[in-house]
């Protein structure tokens, strides 16, 4: 059982242009949703984060927006730069017991053409 | 510098011949993750490790084994590797207690061929 869609699986984008990528939660206990950023060749790395009590956070040029009501989260990349190619896991894990364990979408596959 | 390794980044092996992966990490961390990464699949978590001596499965532990005998170390254990077993490997560390604000850190991968 999926607990954490996201979807598209794929994404082309041009230069400067924003890149949208949505995931969608079933589990009410969730209580933190990260964004981890994967190179080619490398490990997943943390991008950002965002706790349910906001509606959005941006850092840079990244942006979550959060609908709780919907159980929905997103990552905008305003002005995607070709660097900004690799791969984005959104996630979850909830508070307490079992906070350690991140549950991942399946990824998207970002490419930013020039 | 704080980080997980891997070793092998790299290994072509036959069916039936067993192997390790090993995984480090210096950041005292209780949790220890191990994923494999398909394509259209994502990541999918293989056994995790709350601390030493505790290891306990996730969503596709058939034909792994797992080991924490010490705290910066947790091996993986392929006793009778299958081509079906071919994908990308990665190791993942965090703290724990709680706070769900824990940053899971990922080793570089190993890149696994089961011929």
């Known amino acids: 059982q999926q607990q954490v869609k996201q979807s598209p699986q794929s994404l082309i984008v041009q230069k400067g242009g924003i890149s949208i990528i949505n995931c969608a939660y079933e589990?009410?206990?969730?209580?933190?949703f990260p964004w981890y950023q994967q190179f080619p060749g490398k490990g997943p790395a943390l991008l950002i984060a965002?706790?349910?009590?906001?509606s959005e956070k941006k850092e840079g040029r990244f942006t979550i927006s959060f609908n709780k009501s919907a159980k929905q989260f997103s990552l905008h990349i305003m002005d995607s730069q070709p660097g900004d190619s690799a791969t984005y896991f959104c996630a979850a894990n909830p508070s307490g017991a079992g906070s350690y364990q991140l549950t991942f979408g399946k990824g998207t596959k970002l490419s930013v053409i020039p | 510098e704080a980080q997980v390794t891997q070793n092998p980044r790299y290994l072509i092996t036959v069916t039936g011949k067993k192997l390790t992966v090993t995984c480090s990490q210096n950041?005292?961390?209780?949790?220890m993750s191990w994923y494999r990464q398909d394509p259209g699949l994502g990541l999918r978590q293989i056994y995790y490790s709350m601390n030493v001596e505790v290891t306990d499965k996730g969503d596709v532990p058939e034909g792994y084994k797992v080991s924490r005998k010490e705290k910066r170390n947790f091996p993986l254990i392929l006793e009778s590797p299958s081509p079906n077993q071919t994908s990308l490997y990665f190791c993942a560390s965090s703290r724990v207690g709680g706070r769900p604000d824990n940053e899971q850190f990922f080793g570089p991968g190993t890149r696994l061929t089961v011929l």
């Open positions: 965002i706790r349910p009590d906001v």
């Open positions: 589990n009410t206990a969730f209580d933190y």
């Open positions: 950041m005292n961390h209780e949790y």
